[in-house]
């Protein structure tokens, strides 16, 4: 009798534990559906919220270009100036949406210093282009001799026609190794890549540079046509136009444009640029657009480049997250 109590006890306490680990995988397989789920349901939620952002950073982009056409063929502005009175310039406070919020600006890249404009200008050092970029370095503390690498990044060619200067040879020798560009940049960020450019450097020159590539002929006796747009460029930039402006007669440019914008006959009135210099401009063709869209806990962030050709505006290029 003992032993057949005994053989019962031992068979309910292995179907106990037989039962218990068979609730403790169901209960796995079910923690594991449930995470499986809750993660599929959250993948598609972000999904669906990012798809939505993008419609969003979109809509903001063709909302960029309708302002930027109205500006540019408002009939008031009989100048026909790019200016910072301009409603494209505005900032506006973050644009409320559903589920979520959209931020973005306008800024003109041609009132920055493009550096694609150096592709052709190597070795002339106290002309066009290549000259003011020195001088930009220079006014930020920076090395001029900057300008002879970025100058090899841009142009093709295996040699570099300069000892501070830097092709194929340089790059290859660096870990990891990398080939020159020998093309226009087509980020300004690329920029990182090339000698000397530290992100001290970088971080220095960002708010001053651009990369668009773009071909502009130069004007009749100049060595380089105009780009930078004094109406919507900083005083540290009007000043790198040409040797010898000095920075009251940057300033003064700025406080007569003010809000408004400065004509041509204006600004020969304080300062008169060689044709060895780089040459001004009154208007503006190229704008950046930067917008954020919001939805939920997903974050999109388009940049795009806007090109007005007479009333016509068009995206010519596009990045999400980096420029």
Known sequence: MTKHVRQASKQRGVALITALVIMAIAATIAAAMHWQGSLDTRRTATLIQGDQAMEYALGAEAWAEQILRRDITDPKNTQHTINLGQDWAAQLPPLPVEGGQITGHIEDMQGRF??????????????GY??????LLTALNLDPNIAYAVSDWVNPGTVSGNQFGAKDDFYTRLQPPYLTADAPMTSVSELQLVKGVSPEVYAALAPYICAVPVNIAPAQGSNAAGWLNVN?????LIATLAQGITEDQAQQVVGERGTQGITQSQFNGIIKIPGSG?????TS????????????STHVTMYSLLQSSGSNVTSIRRTFGTL
């Open 285 to 296: 063709s190229y704008f950046l657009l930067t917008v954020t869209a919001q939805i939920g």
């Open 130 to 135: 290549f000259g003011q970029f020195q001088r």
């Open 232 to 236: 919507t460029a900083p005083g540290l």
């Open 114 to 127: 493009n550096l694609d404009l150096l592709q052709g200008q190597a070795g002339q050092s106290t002309q």
């Open 278 to 282: 780089a040459q001004p401009v009154f």
